[in-house]
């Protein structure tokens, strides 16, 4: 059964300290490994896909990664604006349903 | 539309009532995803279709649950006889084709309160 567990649950920054968000993943034959940003009250936004191994892909001050078992997420310079949860969830196998992490609450404090 | 539509986006409903839930996907869009997130949780895949292949339906918790898709388009997911653990944001996604690793986007999510 295809799992994701992101790390920490949570994460409080001060305003421009970079840090990672983690998401260790098992999964059978990665078709797609996706990260979200979930503002509260609203739905997922999408961010990024990585399909395999030593891809990666920037936007703006995030920079996803992606090993053969897990992802991170790089914040550089982070903002007050970039409080939200991030959301991992891969794509295995067969199935065409994401399996989600449980998030990383990140916290930026100006 | 632009995004994907869910309503309502609030719905507070009395415990044993029926209550439906509807989503218009992207035009265009052929596959079309129902997820759950309850409170402080991730989100729980509840069903999945493509086009006009049977639905996935290996994540409805229970027979109260089903979900429909009319013309490959608007979907519904009605709940019989809500209980209080029903109570979660009900998120519809949906994706261009059924091609793995393409691009899921999720609407706002319809909010479902059970008292």
């Known amino acids: 059964e295809d799992q994701v567990t992101q790390s920490p649950e949570a994460l409080r920054l001060q305003e421009g300290e970079s840090s990672s968000l983690n998401c260790s993943y098992t999964v059978s034959g990665l078709r797609g490994l996706f990260w979200y940003r979930q503002d509260p009250g609203k739905g997922p936004e999408f961010l990024f896909t990585l399909y395999s191994a030593g891809e990666e892909k920037e936007k703006e001050r995030l920079k996803a990664t992606l090993t053969k078992k897990e992802s991170f997420l790089h914040i550089t310079a982070p903002k007050p604006e970039d409080s939200a949860t991030y959301l991992c969830?891969?794509?295995?196998?067969?199935?065409?349903?994401?399996?989600f992490g449980q998030g990383t609450r990140l916290t930026i404090n100006p | 539309g632009a995004g994907v539509s869910q309503s309502p986006s609030n719905k507070v409903t009395e415990k044993g009532k029926d209550v439906e839930l509807r989503c218009d996907p992207i035009?265009?869009?052929?596959?079309l995803y129902w997820y759950r997130q309850s409170l402080g949780q991730g989100l729980e895949f509840l069903i999945y279709?493509?086009?006009?292949?049977?639905?996935?339906k290996s994540g409805l918790p229970s027979d109260r649950f089903s979900a429909e898709r009319t013309g490959g388009s608007v979907s519904t997911l009605t709940i019989q006889r809500t209980q209080q653990e029903d109570s979660a944001v009900y998120l519809c996604a949906s994706s261009s084709d059924s091609r793995s690793g393409n691009t899921i986007y999720f609407g706002e999510g319809s909010w479902l309160t059970v008292v």
């Open positions: 969830a891969v794509q295995g196998g067969g199935a065409q349903k994401l399996v």
């Open positions: 035009s265009g869009h052929t596959a």
């Open positions: 279709f493509q086009g006009n292949s049977a639905p996935d």
